[in-house]
């Protein structure tokens, strides 16, 4: 449970009301799809029968590139919180319109709600991770992500137990579950407004790319061609191909069994409730508990070899006794690696890749590489089964080739990624501002220690920089030699790593800094003890500095003005800390006017009397700051 914990305990004074808004909201929309994703299979299943998936498989993929780029055209025009809740008011109306529409028993109709499922739980998760980068920034990001990732499983686990409960303990039908989802969705779209109207930030944002960028002409050529000069691109394109086309395979062999072994469509609904919401609670479980330290201890480029040796054990299974056994060791190995482990890697794999190339490629991973690979995915299943008249066991031998293919290319990324990354460093390629994961793997740590090492000014500060967030023994060791710098932003930066996460050791390092010349390692001084003493103790710590020499006292009233400080602490700002600070002269140190003009708030209600005097102080820097 120490990513929760962490995650909740890490919250800053402001942030928690905001970050359990989106993660009720993330928990909404998985338990949204999870109602639907189980009566989707069933209903298609019951109808049309296994054979007919790949047609289905096709159909999604066709689908979804022009729904995409219609969002994308449409988010161009369009804030993004009116384009949340217009999509969700669209596709609660749809849902609605297909619960009249089902029972009247059109066969196109389950293939159109087999498409739109598929499409919906995409659009809407993509919409709410667009709404997440537009409510925290990047700092915020590394800590409060995990926190909505979990609240998206629990709402995947939910989703699939409520399924079972709602038709084996309610007696509701397969087709009433739309109706529940349509509901759910709404609710979401409630807290989405309440998001937009309370966050901290007011800017905007809209999608960072529309369908003709890197998606068409000479800008397709260039990311192709960008695409196969580079190693490190070419093998994550391979990889996720494989895995798009691995899953769709998995998919077919788990939902055939399923259908052989529940024919009856509420039963077969129930099931799929339970095994969905079942793996997810794995999911979640392995996401707490393990994801975090697989990839610290082994690093991106061996946690990428998990999901397809994982499954490939499902796949031998599979062509060895095909069953219903076997399927849900396949698919349960899908479903619990995915949604943690291996997102958390795939995000890692694009992070040496240049902030501009980035967004082209992830377009053009998303328009091209995942529809085709789906549709060809497709097509290998129609041609193994209606054309070839091949069973399950050879379907599940092609899905054996599939998965050491892919491992293959893991394991050749392993080398690429590290080259990578080394090379993103030197040339400070990285966009800091976009960086929301934390890179505490071993390989990356390795990488960036180095850079702390190697000697040059601006690469050791765009390594702490990157380090910021990253709790480790090692950085802390490698970080505190940095403390004596010559240069005050390697220092300053130095003291921002280590507050972090403060350890007891840090204090008698750092506590020298607070009487350095340059004002904002001070406050990063002050705010790594303040970090390290209980809440209680603060109060005194604050009170010492405040009565002390100009710099310490000056570094703690930039920290009170600078932190959402309570009215408690803002206290110890009384006319005695005023006066002196007045009173200083123009010697060194006496920057304290400049920091008491800019307070956010009125210390000791001295109100008018003390912005009278810094309006008429022969320091023009003060007079601005008041």
């Known amino acids: ?346 995000e890692l794999l694009f992070l040496p890749i240049p902030l501009a190339l980035k967004k082209r490629t992830k377009v053009f991973i998303d328009m091209f590489v995942d529809r085709w690979a789906r549709g060809l995915a497709g097509g290998l299943l129609l041609l193994l089964g209606s054309v070839l008249g091949l069973g399950l066991r050879h379907v599940a031998a092609v899905t054996v080739v599939l998965l050491l293919v892919w491992l293959l290319l893991a394991l050749m990324m392993r080398r690429a990624y590290v080259d990578s990354f080394r090379a993103a460093i030197s040339r400070r390629e990285i966009d800091l501002s976009d960086l929301r994961v934390r890179l505490d793997d071993a390989k990356t740590l390795e990488v960036l220690l180095g850079a702390l090492a190697g000697g040059d000014r601006r690469e050791t500060i765009y390594a702490l920089d990157m380090l910021v967030g990253v709790s480790s023994p090692a950085v802390a060791y490698a970080v505190r030699p940095l403390l004596g710098h010559e240069a005050a932003d390697v220092r300053r930066r130095a003291v921002a790593v280590l507050a972090e996460a403060p350890r007891p050791e840090d204090a008698e390092p750092v506590a020298p800094l607070l009487d350095d010349p340059d004002l904002d390692t001070r406050v990063a001084a002050v705010a790594l003890l303040a970090r390290l003493r209980d809440p209680a103790a603060r109060p005194d710590l604050l009170t010492g500095l405040l009565r002390g020499p100009g710099r310490g006292r000056n570094a703690a009233l930039a920290w009170l003005g600078r932190t959402d400080a309570d009215e408690d602490l803002r206290g110890l700002v009384d006319r005695a800390v005023v006066d002196g600070v007045l009173a200083c002269g123009e010697g060194e140190g006496c920057e304290g006017r400049r920091v008491l003009a800019g307070l956010p708030w009125a210390p000791a209600g001295l109100g008018d009397e003390l912005w009278d005097a810094l309006l008429d102080d022969a320091d023009p820097g003060v007079v601005d700051a008041a």
């Not at 962490?6 to 009301?17: A, I, N, T, V, Y």
């Not at 022009?66 to 449409?74: D, G, L, N, S």
């Not at 609240?151 to 699939?160: D, H, K, R």
């Not at 919401?277 to 998990?306: D, E």
Request: with cysteine; glycine share 10%; net charge positive.
């Open 1 to 346: 449970m120490g990513l929760l914990a962490g995650s909740l305990l890490d919250l800053r004074r402001g942030e928690r009301r905001m970050a359990l808004l989106m993660g009720a909201n993330y928990f909404l929309l998985l338990l949204f799809y999870y109602l639907l994703k189980p009566a989707r299979d069933s209903l298609f299943l019951v109808d049309q029968a296994p054979d007919r998936l790949p047609l289905v498989y096709i159909l999604t993929a066709l689908i979804a590139a022009p729904v995409t780029a219609a969002y994308a055209r449409a988010g161009a025009r369009r804030r993004l919180d009116r384009l949340v809740l217009l999509t969700t008011g669209f596709l609660a109306a749809n849902l609605v319109l297909l619960r009249l529409a089902l029972p009247l028993g059109s066969s196109w109709l389950y293939y159109v709600f087999y498409s739109w499922v598929g499409v919906a739980g995409g659009l809407t998760t993509s919409q709410f991770w667009l709404q997440a980068n537009g409510v925290f920034d990047a700092s915020q990001a590394k800590r409060i992500f995990p926190l909505l990732t979990v609240g998206g499983i629990a709402g995947a686990f939910c989703g699939g137990e409520i399924t079972s409960f709602l038709l084996e303990n309610l007696g509701l039908d397969t087709t009433d579950l739309l109706a529940v989802s349509a509901g759910v969705l709404a609710v979401s779209g409630g807290l989405s407004a309440l998001v937009w109207r309370g966050r901290a930030r007011g800017r905007e944002v809209i999608p960072e790319s529309g369908p003709e960028e890197g998606a068409t002409g000479s800008d397709l050529r260039g990311v192709v061609l960008s695409i196969l000069r580079s190693r490190h691109l070419l093998l994550t394109v391979g990889i996720i191909s494989l895995t798009v086309m691995t899953a769709s395979f998995v998919d077919f062999q788990f939902k055939t069994v399923s259908w052989q072994a529940y024919r009856d469509g509420t039963e077969l609904t129930a099931f799929l409730g339970r095994f969905y919401g079942r793996m997810s609670l794995l999911s979640l479980l392995f996401q707490l508990l393990l994801a975090p330290r697989l990839i610290r201890w082994f690093g991106v480029g061996n946690t990428v070899l998990v999901l397809p040796a994982v499954m490939l054990v499902g796949a031998v299974a599979m062509v060895a006794v095909p069953g219903l056994a076997a399927a849900r060791v396949l698919r349960g190995g899908d479903m619990v690696l995915k949604y943690s482990l291996d997102r958390t890697s795939r």
